[in-house]
């Protein structure tokens, strides 16, 4: 298993462009976060995804959209990048097994975003 | 609503001493919790979870944390501390009755351990 991708590594916008952040998973996740990190505030959810067809909003939700047409895929769109959104983006599965199994979140590599 | 306190910045502790990086959390019902360590550029890594029974649980990497329901803590521990535990690590809450995907995260501490 690969366990949760992220694409791109590294990306470069302008204020005012938009781009989707890639994340996939390939363990049938049903549960998917999408959380951004800034030194001294730790991590702070965005976005999150209980099922394919199912999204709600965060804690820091605005200029973000996301969507889950699968159960693998939970894209995060920028609409128009704004300098405040430069940051590191990870995105986050788990599910929830019998008795204490699962709940954990497994995470990916990342993608550091600079808005100029 | 759910929220998470991790009242130092930083922890520095000599190699072969015990450690404890503090946790206080709020939720509105019975909570899980979650410590996990993130080395530099890297993504985050699990190590240990509270959901029910045994109040002290053990897991990677020699750590454990203690879940005191009245204190509302879940605090980490490590009876010997290595030069290679020094990172960041978070504490997350996630309130029973809530998503499973709304999982909050702490500020983070930074740990490091001299030799």
């Known amino acids: 298993n690969a366990g949760v991708t992220q694409t791109p590594k590294f990306q470069v916008l302008k204020t005012g462009q938009s781009m989707t952040l890639q994340c996939a998973q390939d363990m049938n996740h049903e549960y998917m976060s999408w959380y951004r990190q800034d030194p001294g505030m730790g991590l702070r959810l965005i976005h999150y995804s209980v099922g394919a067809g199912i999204t709600d909003q965060g804690e820091v939700p605005n200029g973000y959209n996301v969507s889950r047409s699968t159960t693998e895929d939970f894209p995060l769109r920028l609409l128009s990048a704004a300098p405040s959104q430069t940051s590191v983006y990870f995105c986050?599965?788990?599910?929830?097994?019998?008795?204490?199994?699962?709940?954990?979140?497994?995470f990916g590599p990342g993608t550091r975003l600079t808005v100029t | 609503a759910q929220s998470v306190a991790q009242p130092e910045d930083q922890v520095n502790v000599a190699e072969g001493n015990p450690l404890t990086v503090k946790c206080t959390y709020s939720?509105?019902?019975?909570?899980?919790l979650f410590w996990y360590v993130q080395y530099p550029n890297r993504g985050l890594q699990f190590l240990l979870k509270?959901?029910?029974?045994?109040?002290l649980v053990k897991g990677s990497y020699g750590f454990e944390a203690e879940f005191n329901k009245s204190q509302t803590s879940f605090h980490l521990k490590k009876p010997s501390a290595l030069v290679s535990d020094s990172a960041l690590y978070f504490c997350a809450v996630r309130d029973l009755y809530s998503s499973a995907s709304k999982i909050i995260f702490g500020s983070g501490t930074r740990l490091s351990i001299r030799p």
């Open positions: 986050a599965s788990s599910y929830e097994g019998a008795g204490q199994g699962g709940y954990e979140q497994y």
């Open positions: 939720v509105s019902g019975n909570p899980y």
């Open positions: 509270y959901i029910t029974g045994d109040n």
